[in-house]
Structures are given as C-alpha cells and as structure tokens.
C-alpha cells in the first residue's frame, strides 16, 4: 500500500506568478484535504475534495483553487502568488465517513520570492 | 468558532523525564480530537485519537492522552521521554462529514529533549 505522495517537494516562484501542487492519494482514499502550514505555524485548512467537487473551505481566497481526478489525486492551485503564501503545503487523504484517519504526505515548501 | 490552544510553545524535559503537553479546544459539539507529530522537514505522523468512549487513549511510541470534557483539555503524556522524542507536536480537533475529516490544528509545541 502506498502511502500519500506529494509533489514538487521544493520550489521557488516570484510573486505574482501561478503554481501547481500535486498529491497522490493513499491506495483505497478517496478524499484529499490541503492544508497550508506557514513558518513556526500549525496547518491550516484550505479546502477538501471528494468526489471530484470541493467539500468544505477554510479561509482562504479564490486564488487558491483544486482538482480531484477520477483516480483521487489533486491538485491544488494558487494565482496571484503573494509573499505570504510561502509555506509548507500537506496533503491528506482519507476514506470517506466517520472516524476515518487522515494520513499525511511530506508537504511541498513553496517559497516566493 | 472552533479553535484549539497550545498554550506552551516550546518545553524542554530531561531524557528519561515525564511529559506532559497540553490542549484546550473550543468546539460546539463532541469533538474528535487529534495529536500528531511532525519531525523537521516531515509530514505529520498521527500518534493518537479519540472519538469517543473511554476518556484515556492509547497511542503509538508511549503516548496517551486524556480527554477532559469539563475542563475541554486533551493533553499528551509520556512517562518517560526519549531523546527520538524531540519533535513538533500539533493537537487538532476533527470536524466530521461525510466525505471526512477537515482538521483544525493549534501552533504546536515544540519538544526538546536535554540529556
């Protein structure tokens, strides 16, 4: 079974420019969260998707935009790149109902410059 | 609004020492409560979780966690800390749909282990 895997793991862009993360969801998952972890700071909720659609969205602004494949991997996408979007960004994926544990890959550092 | 509270930042405990890291969470509801580890450049690594029945949970590598719904406190303990131990540690509260868990973390406690 593998596990959930995260993609670039580094990258650097200027501000202003639009960039791509891509998660692959662990064997049997069918739900991808991403989360937004800034420096010294706890993750933060950016959205969550299930079947295909977007099922939930923290406090985050519509620059931040995702897919969900019919395989279950994702994408998340951020326009405008501002300063204070340089992060550690995790993806988590899940079985779907109750009581279902979220398992987490290594997260991509986005820095932007 | 749900929320979580780490209120210590940064503790450092003796190789050997007990551990005890504390959570306050803020949530309408029964809530799901989390603890992860998060080693330097990692992922976070689950270590225990309750959902509901007995209060006291069991986790991984020697942590339990005691849920206290008077005092809406889930803290972490250890009984005897490993130097392998010195991590970030990240409390969370679960909020639950059909399609699962969307997370709310607190800032997390950062654990150094002294010899």
């Known amino acids: 079974e593998t596990g959930v895997t995260q993609s670039p793991t580094h990258l650097i862009k200027t501000r202003g420019q639009q960039v791509t993360l891509r998660c692959s969801s662990q064997?049997?998952?069918?739900?991808v969260s991403w989360y937004q972890q800034a420096l010294g700071q706890g993750p933060q909720f950016i959205f969550q998707?299930?079947?295909?659609?977007?099922?939930g969205r923290g406090n985050f602004p519509p620059r931040f935009s995702g897919l969900q494949f019919p395989n279950y991997s994702s994408e998340l996408n951020v326009n405008a790149l501002e300063l204070d979007d340089s992060a550690l960004y995790l993806c988590?994926?899940?079985?779907?109902?109750?009581?279902?544990?979220?398992?987490f890959g290594q997260g991509t550092r986005l820095t932007v410059v | 609004a749900q929320s979580v509270t780490q209120p210590d930042i940064h503790i450092t405990v003796s190789e050997g020492a007990s551990l005890e890291l504390r959570c306050n969470y803020s949530?309408?509801?029964?809530?799901?409560l989390f603890w992860y580890v998060q080693s330097p450049g990692q992922g976070l690594q689950l270590l225990l979780k309750?959902?509901?029945?007995?209060?006291l949970v069991q986790g991984i590598k020697g942590f339990e966690a005691e849920f206290k719904r008077s005092q809406s406190s889930f803290n972490l303990r250890k009984p005897s800390v490993h130097w392998s131990d010195a991590a970030e540690y990240f409390c969370?509260?679960?909020?639950?749909?059909?399609?699962?868990?969307?997370?709310?973390f607190g800032k997390g406690t950062t654990l150094s282990v002294s010899s």
């Open positions: 988590a994926s899940s079985r779907e109902g109750m009581n279902t544990e979220a398992f």
């Open positions: 064997s049997g998952h069918n739900t």
């Open positions: 998707y299930y079947r295909e659609e977007e099922n």
């Open positions: 949530y309408g509801a029964t809530p799901y």
């Open positions: 309750y959902f509901s029945g007995d209060t």
């Open positions: 969370a509260v679960g909020s639950y749909n059909q399609a699962g868990t969307a997370l709310i």
